[in-house]
Nanobody
Framework: QVHLAESGGGSVQAGGSLRLSCSGA????????MAWFRQAPGKEREGVAA????????FYADSVKGRFTISRDNTKNTVSLQMNSLKPEDTSMYYC?????????????????WGQGTQVTVSS
């Protein structure tokens, strides 16, 4: 079992930064791949970023490349998402999730464990 809990969401003005954290993300075979997803009201869930256990391989949605950075600390059982240059369209509920691998991560297919989410609101 993998129990995940997000924190760090909040409200910020456009151009600002936030750092999300996901606890409970220590390495197991079920959490070899950790990712962040987001879902806004009335919209489909979308993958934001993913990272393998070793931290050497990271993946990003085109919409956040160059602005967001995913990182992982297996000793602290955490995965973080540093979000810079935030835009109003980044407003969403953000979830961390765990999967055995990152194949087709964007679609969320292999992610069996999910946190409860943390709200990010970016005002213009």
């Amino acid at each position: 079992q993998v129990h995940l809990a997000e924190s760090g969401g909040g409200s910020v003005q456009a151009g600002g930064s936030l750092r999300l954290s996901c606890s409970g993300a220590g390495y197991t075979s079920s959490s070899n791949c950790m990712a962040w997803f987001r879902q806004a009201p009335g919209k489909e869930r979308e993958g934001v970023a993913a990272i393998y256990a070793g931290g050497g391989s990271t993946f990003y949605a085109d919409s956040v490349k160059g602005r967001f950075t995913i990182s992982r600390d297996n000793t602290k059982n955490t995965v973080s998402l540093q979000m810079n240059s935030l835009k109003p369209e980044d407003t969403s509920m953000y979830y961390c999730a765990a999967a055995p691998n990152c194949v087709n991560w964007y679609a969320g297919r292999w992610f069996n464990y999910w946190g409860q989410g943390t709200q990010v609101t970016v005002s213009s």
